[in-house]
Nanobody
Framework: QVQLVESGGGLVQLGGPLRLSCAASGSMSSDYGLAWYRQAPGKQRESFAGVSSLGSTTYSDSVQGRFTISRDNAKNTAYLQMNTLKPEDTAVYYC?????????????????WGQGTQVTVSS
């Protein structure tokens, strides 16, 4: 079992930055990728960023160039630096793990989810 705890969410002004963290504990494998998902009100949960254990990354078009995902394997922690935030970035943000990075590229999340952290961008 792996436990994930997200932190860093909150209210931010249009165009501002915000940094999220995702701390993993338990049976975290070095083979696991880590990914961020988000769910806006009335919409399905969507993946938008992932990182492999070696630092390879993938982003959706909607965040490419604005968001940066990274991880510290020694701390079992993933980070999401979000810049130039837009109102459409308002959502609950979730961390996910439990599968290799390639699975995220195929659209397959792992079994482990955090509780989510709310990000609200005010205009």
């Amino acid at each position: 079992q792996v436990q994930l705890v997200e932190s860093g969410g909150g209210l931010v002004q249009l165009g501002g930055p915000l940094r999220l963290s995702c701390a993993a504990s338990g049976s975290m494998s070095s083979d696991y990728g880590l990914a961020w998902y988000r769910q806006a009100p009335g919409k399905q949960r969507e993946s938008f960023a992932g990182v492999s254990s070696l630092g390879s990354t993938t982003y959706s078009d909607s965040v490419q160039g604005r968001f940066t995902i990274s991880r510290d394997n020694a701390k079992n922690t993933a980070y999401l630096q979000m810049n130039t935030l837009k109102p459409e970035d308002t959502a609950v943000y979730y961390c996910n793990t439990g599968v290799p990075f390639g699975s995220y590229l195929a659209g397959q999340p792992g079994n482990y989810w955090g509780q989510g952290t709310q990000v609200t961008v005010s205009s």
